[in-house]
């Protein structure tokens, strides 16, 4: 599975962003999706994730609120919307997906996932 990640770029504190990561796979819908974020000098972290089945969410306590994950299955397709994004946001964030992933259960730990993007880098600024 190769996964395609867009939509990165530089915006001011308050703006909004979304990314989009599209995959090359005909079985998209059996794959848990998930967004990991690593700013300068930290490790990944985990962002947000949207179970295979049952459109369950989970996100990361410093985006919850503000950023919004969803996928659509027909374009194989998976979104992060970012809304009053600071600068502690930038970043280089990365779409994930978990060939493993059980129903109803979003993926959290990076070393669960098995397909890593590019990356897209977001800039916020002061």
């Known amino acids: 599975v190769q996964l395609q990640a867009s939509g990165g770029g530089l915006v001011q504190a308050g703006d909004s962003l979304r990314l989009s990561c599209a995959a090359s796979?005909?079985?998209?819908?059996?794959?848990?999706m998930g967004w990991f974020r690593q700013a300068p000098g930290k490790e990944r972290e985990f962002v947000a994730a949207?179970?295979?089945?049952?459109?369950?969410?989970r996100y990361s306590d410093s985006v919850k609120g503000r950023f919004t994950i969803s996928r659509d299955n027909v374009k194989n397709t998976v979104y992060l919307q970012m809304n009053s994004l600071n600068p502690e946001d930038t970043a280089v964030y990365y779409c994930?997906?978990?060939?493993?992933?059980?129903?109803?259960?979003?993926?959290?730990?990076?070393?669960?996932?098995?397909?890593w993007g590019q990356g897209t880098l977001v800039t916020v600024s002061s």
């Open positions: 994930a997906a978990d060939a493993q992933a059980l129903p109803f259960t979003p993926t959290t730990a990076s070393r669960d996932y098995d397909y």
């Open positions: 796979t005909r079985t998209f819908g059996a794959y848990g």
């Open positions: 949207y179970s295979r089945i049952g459109s369950v969410t």
